[in-house]
């Protein structure tokens, strides 16, 4: 299995970023961005199942980011709006076979395979 992350970069403080996660030939049943910040350990981002609507956000990102999924491209998205320092991390795409209850998405264990990560970078 093969997770492309792709869409990180350097953003400005309030500033905007989209990160895509592609899974290589294959439709997974949920998918989770985490991050991981220098010196921090990793922590959930957001989750979201491929089927219906749950979704499930951190409270730090509530409200600024949405993780979405286009269903054709076989792609997942994470929006990043009113960007600040504390965002910036190594972003990871995580995927699992297994349809995971909302409560379950932030369980970095639940997840079968990681993306490579992509570097968001944020100035002030």
């Known amino acids: 299995v093969q997770l492309q992350a792709s869409g990180g970069g350097l953003v400005q403080t309030g500033g905007s970023l989209r990160l895509s996660c592609g899974a290589s030939g294959r439709t997974f049943s949920t998918y989770g961005w985490f991050r991981q910040a220098p010196g921090k350990e990793r922590e959930f981002v957001a989750g979201?199942?491929?089927?219906?609507?749950?979704?499930r956000y951190a409270d730090s990102v509530k409200g600024r980011f949405t993780m979405s999924r286009d269903n054709a491209a076989n792609t997942v998205y994470l929006e990043m709006k009113s960007v600040k320092p504390t965002d910036m991390a190594v972003y990871y795409c995580?995927?699992?076979?297994?349809?995971?209850?909302?409560?379950?998405?932030?369980?970095?264990?639940?997840?079968?395979?990681w993306g490579q990560g992509t570097l968001v970078t944020v100035s002030s």
């Open positions: 995580a995927v699992t076979s297994r349809a995971l209850i909302w409560s379950s998405l932030d369980r970095q264990n639940a997840y079968d395979y």
């Open positions: 979201i199942r491929w089927s219906g609507s749950t979704t």
